[in-house]
């Protein structure tokens, strides 16, 4: 089906047309025309399916076409509450690219900026505000805005509204609404407490859902690294020579962390910055503004900073820290691979780790392949027993050996202090727990002796022959 086929109006089309878009995406196939006979619409879609123009387009048909945006009072017409400000910023982005042919005016407000130019925009006058919670309740407060004559609330990323604990927000915000208007709710999955906040803001919805809940991309190739955690830096590297990788988004589970990526890459020669939440708007905007013009060839991102991330042609998604919520790994490599593109997602995980990678597979319902070319592959040894095994090697040393100095020498210094015989019994008792500790010793290191030597020593690489190669990088046929 093209776009031709959906009965939008003239200045819609002519403006995909200015777009390049001839050909909707599936959701945006089923929800233009439920959103067009102005019906509530349920829209579960993972990240990357074209689902901001499955709303903005009839959205904009339906107020152009509208009575009351023509006779009406002047005031918002339509809402749309989104988690994040890149999220928010890029629907803005949407609705002035949809509607560049059209009279209708929007804007956009989040918070961690100065109000005065969206107070400003305010006053002008608007038809649809694209709004962050906590920004908009704050402005409501101050009475900038006005939501009685609102017709369409749209609710969007309603599961990362509940992980970023923007709920109760959310209902304040439906509390300041009509009753009276069409909502469509859009998440990428659907845990109880969202099911149970749809059905209580939603009227007879038509239910679009174009893949699973816990698929990913199917044009997406994945891949895992098994790596110690102290080697995911090299293991960086070693993926990042491959020069067919013209930029990558690398994911990290902390700021903290994204900051020290991001200074380690850069202090090697490669281009990056890192977004998170204690970054400004301008510094965050300006990050994404320079990976998006080739200016940057990694943006290591969190989460939260990366959900509104937004690019076409993003080939490479690196999981530097595997997610502990599964979905959040759904969402991840759901950066590349948009709308029908190919991508590649692949992921380092470390011992503690492998725990969230079983997870993450239960849900997608697959094994997500090995790497085959690793330079630092993981040692078949647990961890607990690598640290005991490298000191118990180390000449002179033994796991105790430290504690029994430090208390040994603490009972030497109160011995000098002290006299005669008490000084001839603490010294022969010193001596005796020597003996034992070498005792001991010297049985960890025959128990060492006894061990398998596939125990002893790191695993070997794996073979490279049988796997296959995709953008200089080989994946093993087998599965962990």
Known sequence: MSFEKLELIDPIRAALKAEGYTTPTPIQER????????????GCAQTGTGKTAAF??????????????KKG?????????????????????????????????????????????????????????????????????????NLQHLKIFVLDEADRMLDMGFIHDVKKIIAKIPAKRQTLFFSATMPDEI???????????????????????EKVTQGVYFVEKNDKRKLLLHVLKDKSIESALVFTRTKHGADRVSKDLTKLGIPTMAIHGNKSQNARQNALKAFKDGKLRVLVATDIAARGIDIDELSYVINYEIPNVPETYVHRIGRTGRAGASGIAISFCDEEEKEFLNDIQKLIGKKVPVMSDNPYPMSEMPSHQRELHKVANTPGRHPNNNAHRRGNGAKSNSNQRRSGNNNENRNGNKASGGNNNQSKSGDRKKQWARTPAAQQSPAKKHNHSGGDKLGGLNFDIKNY
Request: net charge positive; charged share 20%.
């Open 195 to 217: 099911k149970k906040l749809s059905s209580s803001i939603l009227t007879n919805p038509e239910r679009v859902e174009v893949t699973p809940v816990s698929s990913t991309a």
């Open 31 to 42: 929800s233009i025309p439920i959103i067009l006979q102005r019906k509530d619409l349920l």
């Open 73 to 145: 009072p002047a005031g918002i017409k339509t809402l749309i509450l989104t988690p994040t400000r890149e999220l928010a910023i890029q629907i803005g982005e949407s609705f002035a690219a949809y509607g560049k042919f059209l009279k209708l005016k929007h804007t956009v407000i989040f918070g961690g900026v100065s109000q005065k130019s969206q107070t400003d925009a305010l006053r002008a006058g608007v038809d649809i505000l694209i709004a962050t919670p906590g920004r908009l309740l704050d402005l409501i407060d101050q009475r900038y805005i």
């Open 56 to 69: 903005a387009i009839p959205i904009l048909q339906l107020l152009h076409q509208d009575e009351l945006y």
